[in-house]
């Protein structure tokens, strides 16, 4: 995810202060990405050097200054708006790893590995569940999607697991 465009974003509607923009990022990302200020107030500059972004004004008294998004920051943004995402796996899945390992170590600890597993995602599931339960979409959208997104993950990893456990089965590995 792109920080230099997320920043943007939160401009588009209104001029902000750094500080500022970093709050409201943790808010409208139901705080899944808690961000550095001083990484704010670095993509910021470089926004301002590359005509995305602008000082609207300096505050005499405290010294804040005031970023609005300037025109080529809004094409910049129509543009990553319009850009679908690359679906990338994540640099490594510990996960995946330590299965292939285990079957390679051949010590039967790939079934017990995959059952732990398991459970330890099935218990994620229900702290899931239960956040979901107590969220109110019309107040709570962002975590209530940030949830969903969560929990589909934990699904798919229950899903792989099974699929991991169907395969040893069927060539009687434990």
């Known amino acids: 995810m792109s920080v230099r465009h997320s920043l943007l974003a939160l401009l588009a509607d209104e001029p902000r ?9 943790e808010a409208s990302t139901a705080a899944t ?26 505050a005499s008294d405290d010294e804040r200054r005031t970023w609005c998004i300037t025109a080529a920051g809004r094409e910049a943004l129509t543009a990553w708006f319009a850009e679908p995402v690359a679906h990338t796996p994540p640099p490594r899945d510990e996960l995946a790893i ?27 599931l229900q702290e899931l569940t239960r956040h979901l ?13 940030v949830i969903e997104a969560l929990r589909l993950d934990v699904e798919a990893q229950v899903r792989w697991i099974d699929l ?11």
């Open 17 to 25: 202060h750094g500080y500022g923009l970093k709050s409201l990022f």
């Open 33 to 58: 990405w808690p961000l550095n200020v001083g990484q704010v107030y670095t993509t910021l500059a470089r926004l301002e050097r590359d005509g995305l972004v602008a000082t609207t004004s300096i």
């Open 98 to 124: 330590k299965v292939l390992l285990a079957i390679a170590a051949d010590a039967g600890v790939v079934t017990p590995l995959l059952e732990r597993q398991r459970a330890a995602a099935m218990q994620r």
């Open 133 to 145: 339960a107590k969220a109110d979409p019309n107040k709570d959208l962002p975590w209530v999607l």
């Open 164 to 174: 991991v456990a169907q395969h040893l089965r069927e060539r009687g590995v434990d």
